[in-house]
């Protein structure tokens, strides 16, 4: 039988904002799985959360760079916040994103990438020896349209370009490009606040959208209702589930009286011509990355021959 510790149910509880007890007895009786235990959880109508999303951890900057028809974002790493506000470190970053632009998505690409006559991973490391802190350029993404316009959104910037949050999104028009890079932005800012899982219910993951139907179809099967009538309840709540998740189905933050598609048609009057969202890409700095706590005090009374 699994071990299930302290922190195991405090981070379950976390996720959830189910009872302590609750999360004991989840954990308990999947073994300590985790994500088992959240649908556990869900199943007995005890928990609202849908996933877990990691806890937030690490420091740094994303940039969020564009340039008409193409975009990049990129993450870099530090070990403390007080180096995102040193100016080296920023133009590093800033840096790193321009050549993402061309370079395109691939890490290690990009490392190898040259500006002048050193590679960005070399400028990395220069960086790391003058600041005196660890740095890591942790992942990439681009979009590119072949007519219309990338638009991006920084959330938190320290200064243009780059901040705790950044945003891309491909919009896909022969019309105006200046209302397109507005109505781009307005989605951006919308991605960043909602966070989407995909653009629509296709682009869902399959496995997301068969377990979220399993948790569902159990939780009223526990409730003693006929399978004819889960099936139509199931039916029913997935459509309300891809309102929630997926960009294109979502209350338009600028407006909740309309979906993002409606808002995106309304917007074709504008812009001059039809317009398509070809995708997006949200990064939060650190999302996924676990920091391991620590007891400051004890550390020290440790360091003085005290612990």
Same mark, same amino acid.
């Given at each position: 039988?699994?071990?299930?510790t302290a922190?195991?149910?405090?981070d379950? =509880?976390?996720?959830t904002g189910?009872?302590?007890?609750d999360?004991?007895?989840?954990l308990?009786e999947t073994?300590?799985?985790?994500?088992a +235990?959240?649908?556990w959880? @869900?199943?007995?109508?005890?928990?609202?959360a +849908?996933?877990?999303?990691? =806890?937030?951890?690490?420091e740094g900057l994303?940039?969020?760079?564009?340039?008409?028809? $193409?975009g &990049?974002?990129v993450e870099?790493?530090?070990?403390t916040?007080?180096?995102? =506000?040193?100016?080296?470190?920023?133009?590093?970053?800033k840096m790193?994103?321009?050549v &993402?632009?061309d370079?395109?998505?691939?890490v290690? /690409?990009? /490392?190898?990438?040259k500006?002048?006559? !050193?590679?960005v991973?070399a400028?990395?490391?220069? &960086?790391? +020896?003058?600041?005196?802190?660890?740095?890591?350029? =942790? @992942?990439?993404?681009?979009l590119?349209?072949?007519?219309?316009?990338?638009?991006?959104?920084v959330?938190?910037? !320290?200064?243009?370009?780059?901040?705790?949050?950044?945003v891309?999104?491909?919009?896909?028009?022969?019309? $105006?490009?200046?209302?397109?890079a507005?109505?781009?932005?307005?989605i951006?800012?919308?991605?960043a606040?909602?966070?989407?899982?995909?653009?629509?219910?296709?682009g869902?993951?399959?496995?997301?959208?068969r377990r979220?139907?399993?948790?569902? &179809?159990?939780?009223y099967r526990?409730?003693? $209702?006929?399978?004819a009538m889960?099936?139509?309840?199931?039916?029913?709540?997935?459509?309300?589930y891809y309102?929630?998740?997926?960009?294109?189905?979502?209350a338009?933050?600028?407006?909740? +009286?309309k979906?993002?598609?409606q808002?995106?048609?309304?917007?074709?009057? /504008?812009v001059?011509a039809p !317009?398509?969202?070809?995708?997006?890409? @949200?990064?939060a700095?650190?999302?996924?990355i676990? /920091?391991?706590e620590s007891d400051?005090?004890?550390?020290?009374a440790?360091?003085?021959?005290?612990g």
């Amino acid at each position: 039988m699994a071990t299930i510790t302290a922190a195991m149910v405090k981070d379950l =509880r976390e996720t959830t904002g189910a009872g302590m007890m609750d999360c004991k007895g989840a954990l308990n009786e999947t073994g300590g799985d985790m994500q088992a +235990a959240i649908d556990w959880l @869900r199943k007995k109508g005890l928990s609202k959360a +849908a996933k877990k999303s990691g =806890r937030v951890a690490a420091e740094g900057l994303v940039a969020a760079i564009t340039a008409g028809p $193409k975009g &990049a974002l990129v993450e870099v790493n530090s070990e403390t916040d007080f180096v995102a =506000r040193n100016e080296q470190f920023q133009g590093l970053v800033k840096m790193i994103g321009q050549v &993402a632009l061309d370079a395109g998505a691939d890490v290690e /690409k990009i /490392k190898t990438a040259k500006v002048g006559n !050193v590679t960005v991973e070399a400028a990395i490391n220069d &960086a790391i +020896a003058t600041i005196g802190e660890n740095m890591t350029l =942790r @992942r990439a993404a681009s979009l590119s349209v072949k007519d219309g316009v990338v638009a991006s959104y920084v959330h938190n910037a !320290v200064i243009d370009g780059l901040g705790k949050m950044g945003v891309l999104v491909a919009l896909e028009s022969t019309g $105006k490009k200046d209302e397109l890079a507005t109505l781009g932005k307005q989605i951006a800012m919308h991605v960043a606040a909602s966070n989407p899982q995909a653009l629509d219910a296709a682009g869902l993951d399959p496995d997301v959208v068969r377990r979220e139907k399993d948790v569902m &179809a159990d939780k009223y099967r526990q409730q003693g $209702k006929l399978d004819a009538m889960i099936e139509k309840i199931v039916e029913s709540g997935l459509k309300t589930y891809y309102k929630e998740v997926t960009l294109l189905e979502q209350a338009f933050i600028h407006d909740s +009286a309309k979906t993002v598609a409606q808002a995106v048609k309304e917007a074709e009057g /504008k812009v001059g011509a039809p !317009v398509k969202v070809t995708g997006f890409v @949200r990064y939060a700095l650190g999302e996924g990355i676990e /920091k391991q706590e620590s007891d400051f005090a004890a550390e020290v009374a440790a360091a003085a021959g005290q612990g």
